[in-house]
């Protein structure tokens, strides 16, 4: 495992600060964040879309002359489900913002259950054709797409792959060299078979996600917790995944509307800083 002297492994995914959605956190514009990222010795940051905008080259070019580098894009509007209508021009567009960011991932949040269907296996053969589909457009502007397992929780309406094993199935049906997985320790971290997993995905690892799963969530979507305030076993994930070859940046993102959102951002990012180096 991967012994860090430094912060340049770490990655600020600006949902931390509640930039991914409209009305909440403290909605620094992009340079501050980059700024702020920049003095603590990050080594990257990963955008949403909705902060990204058409400046995505010009923000691209602010993060690596600070000396970071964009390490993702959140995300590709939803592929499956009640709402991916349209989904090829959104998700070719969002690959077009994330070649022009100069970020090399792109993540994918499948989206739900397709209409009209029950459970998850006709969902995942519609999903498989469309990375399948995404991936040539990916591959032509040089980004990497990251199928992002969620938590079975949810299912339904936000995604249609729950572990590690499924999203590596759809890899090997996509069979594209630009599609891995990303893995995220909130929606990983009850897997008794996450270990094996992962042996399996050894070079398709494009992400790895830092956050806890605290003891009383008390909203399945906005409430994570800091690293160290909960109960995953962090550093077991991180070796795990290290194990099967992942050198990539550490991405903290934690969704929290009832406590670090409402916090300074300088404490959110002194405290990822802090428990990057002591929990993680
Ligand atoms: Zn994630």
Redesign the pocket.
Known sequence: MREFTDLSALAL?TATLGHNLEGQGAGWPPERVIDACAERGFGGIVFWRREVGNRAAELGERVRAAGMTVAGL?RTPYLTGRDSEGWSDGARASVDMAAALGAEVL?IVTGGTQPGTKGLADTQKVLAGRVADLAVHAAEAGVKLAL?PLNPMFGGNRTCIFTVAEALEICDLVGAPNVGV?V?V??VWWDSALTRSLERARGRIL?F?LCDWLEDTRDMLLDRGMMGDGVADLRAIRAAVEGAGYRGPC?V?VFSARDWWLRPPDEALDAAADRFRRVC
């Open positions: 995914n959140c993540t992002e990303a995220d909130y929606h992400g996600h991405e993102e």
